[in-house]
């Protein structure tokens, strides 16, 4: 009987996929957490920045969004430390402030985090996962790079640095009416 009640466990455990709503992150704000099941239900759009990046002036446009469409998703940034080179101010206090003070961002902030390579967060390792289930090989290839996600936690897109946070690509997608497809 002990013999069966741990192999069910396991293989629950084991087949059991995760979700994004599986993860948390820690914010930038001291001993609070971004749990993502509590947005279960919206579009989220997950950003790595760098606030001395050639992008940086894209919090503005994250803002915007997140303004305009805040009852149906919610934007996620994750300051991406030194992934492409020294863009990232040095902790997380001086990121926040940054955000908080320059673009008046009142969006959601990840502590400073690794996007790339071994060491990267969970939540970038469940994205890239699964882009490359969409057949996007390299899904980030600068800081700013986009997965938006829908109301039930699947990745709908990636959109790369260039493809600002108020573009028609993006923007459509958020007004859509339609169940996202791959057609």
Request: hydrophobic share 40%; net charge negative; proline share 5%.
């Amino acid at each position: 009987m002990k013999t069966l009640l741990m192999t069910t466990l396991f293989s629950a455990f084991l087949f059991n996929t995760p979700t994004i709503y599986d993860l948390k992150a820690n914010a930038i704000e001291e001993n609070k957490q971004i749990n993502f099941s509590d947005y279960k239900g919206k579009k989220i759009l997950i950003v790595n920045t760098a606030c001395n990046s050639p992008y940086t002036f894209q919090i503005e446009g994250l803002q915007q969004l997140y303004s305009a469409y805040k009852e149906k998703l919610v934007v996620i940034a994750f300051p991406a430390g030194h992934d492409f080179g020294d863009q990232e101010l040095k902790t997380n206090k001086q990121v926040q402030a940054f955000f908080r003070n320059s673009y008046g961002a009142t969006f959601p902030i990840a502590e400073i985090s690794t996007v790339k390579g071994e060491d990267r967060h969970p939540v970038f390792q469940y994205l890239i996962t699964e882009a490359e289930k969409m057949g996007i090989t390299e899904p980030i290839k600068w800081n700013f790079t986009k997965f938006l996600l829908d109301e039930e936690g699947k990745l709908m897109k990636v959109f790369e640095a260039d493809v600002t946070p108020l573009s028609p690509e993006i923007t459509s997608l958020l007004n859509s009416k339609q169940p996202w497809s791959l057609d």
